[in-house]
């Protein structure tokens, strides 16, 4: 394979080594350096394993669509979330050509903030848009308020709750 697809056992059939360097090929046209690894063993432990070998600041995983059980992501793609140290993005086909904005969604907590971080970065590098959401639920006891005795009660403690939420993202 030229040289690019680093083979740890036997490899890949001669189908997917074709697909390897087609896929390698294709990046290297649009001007990035692609180096393949491919490696024999589970393919999460694989994957944690290269991107800490690698020093990897992100993980790209492709998503399937759903699957029969409902699930949204796939067995390998579950465990490289949970195991891998850094960030994890899974994403749906197609794949965007260009990323025009990129969202982080922030919870208020050092996860969230090391999310909003990472999604940061992607943007910069992309050039892209960058917007953070922090959506909360609306306190039970003012769901149930009176608003047509207090005009404009529901609109000022919706800005309420949106100041909070904005404080702490500071």
Not at 2 to 8: D, E, Y
Not at 33 to 43: F, L, N, S, T
Not at 101 to 112: E, I, K, M, T
Not at 136 to 148: E, I, K, R, S, V
Request: net charge positive; hydrophobic share 45%; glycine share 6%.
């Amino acid at each position: 394979l030229q040289g690019r697809v680093k083979l740890v056992s036997e490899g890949p059939s001669p189908a997917a080594q074709a697909s390897l360097e087609r896929l390698a090929s294709d990046v290297e046209a649009k001007g990035r350096r692609c180096a393949v690894h491919v490696d024999e063993e589970k393919p999460h432990l694989a994957l944690v394993r290269s991107a800490l070998r690698r020093k990897a600041g992100l993980v790209v995983l492709g998503k399937h669509e759903e699957d029969q059980d409902g699930r949204k992501l796939g067995n390998v793609a579950r465990k490289v979330v949970h195991m891998a140290p850094m960030p994890v993005l899974a994403v749906r086909p197609p794949a965007p050509r260009r990323l025009a904005r990129v969202l982080a969604a922030s919870d208020l907590s050092p996860v969230g903030a090391r999310a909003i971080t990472a999604a940061g970065e992607l943007a910069k590098a992309s050039e892209a848009a960058f917007h953070v959401v922090h959506a909360f639920p609306f306190p039970l006891q003012d769901q149930f308020a009176p608003q047509d005795l207090l005009p404009g009660w529901h609109a000022e403690r919706v800005k309420e709750l949106a100041d909070e939420a904005r404080a702490h993202l500071r």
